[in-house]
């Protein structure tokens, strides 16, 4: 089993429109969670870091459960640039090693 | 402005060739990783220098080596190359602290083995 696991998608989403999307992860000792956004053909960059108790950045909503062992993020308003790959990222030890999903893609259309 | 650079977009090289990727960044971090991404895997990290000289095995270290001379360099080493090591590249730095920093990616080397 993976140790992080997302829906590749792709979600397909009306301009202006809500998506949302989950992201689970099998260690229950897992303590730091994100959310990196990669265009195609580009590397992965920093979205948001995601807290327990839930956090917002202007159309961005990440939240964690920590008793069912998800995070997900909810994009507010789409606009066409939103389109891209969202990776799920789980720090699980010491090291500060990131284990990363494999990806959601979200398409937004005009 | 934050920079990680990657010696090569595309590569193409023959199986058993010894192949050098070579990453720099421009931060004055301690932390540099070496990752493979390929479709439906996601991104898996191969290697990790927590600082000069220092080197631990990541998920997926066999067939490859790596060498952190100096802060800057991070380079990643195909001693004998093969298909299997066909992939996308990523090259990732990191400031250590007590909180886990943003990593900063490369810009990718698209690899292929003939």
């Known amino acids: 089993r993976k140790e992080v696991e997302q829906d590749p998608g792709p979600f397909n989403v009306p301009e202006g429109a809500t998506v949302a999307f989950n992201c689970t992860y099998s260690?229950?000792?897992?303590?730091?969670f994100f959310w990196y956004r990669q265009d195609c053909r580009k590397e992965p960059k920093l979205l948001m870091s995601?807290?327990?108790s839930g956090n917002e950045d202007g159309r961005f909503t990440a939240q964690l459960n920590r008793a069912s062992q998800y995070i997900s993020l909810l994009i507010r308003d789409s606009k066409l640039s939103d389109s891209a790959t969202y990776l799920c990222?789980?720090?699980?030890?010491?090291?500060?090693?990131?284990?990363f999903g494999a990806g959601t893609q979200v398409v937004v259309t005009p | 402005d934050v920079k990680v650079t990657q010696s090569s977009r595309y590569l193409v090289k023959r199986t058993g060739e010894k192949v050098f990727l070579e990453c720099v960044q421009d931060?004055?971090?301690?932390?540099m990783f070496w990752y493979r991404q390929d479709p439906g895997l996601g991104l898996r990290l191969i290697y990790f220098?927590?600082?000069?000289?220092?080197?631990e095995k990541g998920d997926i270290p066999e067939g490859y080596s790596v060498s952190r001379e100096k802060k800057e360099r991070f380079s990643l080493i195909l001693e004998s190359a093969s298909t299997n090591q066909t992939s996308m590249y990523l090259c990732?730095?990191?400031?250590?602290?007590?909180?886990?920093?943003?990593?900063?990616f490369g810009p990718g080397t698209r690899l292929t083995v003939l």
């Open positions: 990732a730095s990191r400031l250590t602290g007590i909180a886990y920093n943003e990593q900063f």
């Open positions: 260690n229950s000792a897992s303590q730091s």
């Open positions: 995601v807290y327990s």
């Open positions: 990222v789980v720090i699980s030890d010491s090291w500060g090693k990131l284990q």
């Open positions: 931060m004055d971090h301690e932390n």
């Open positions: 220098s927590y600082d000069v000289k220092m080197k």
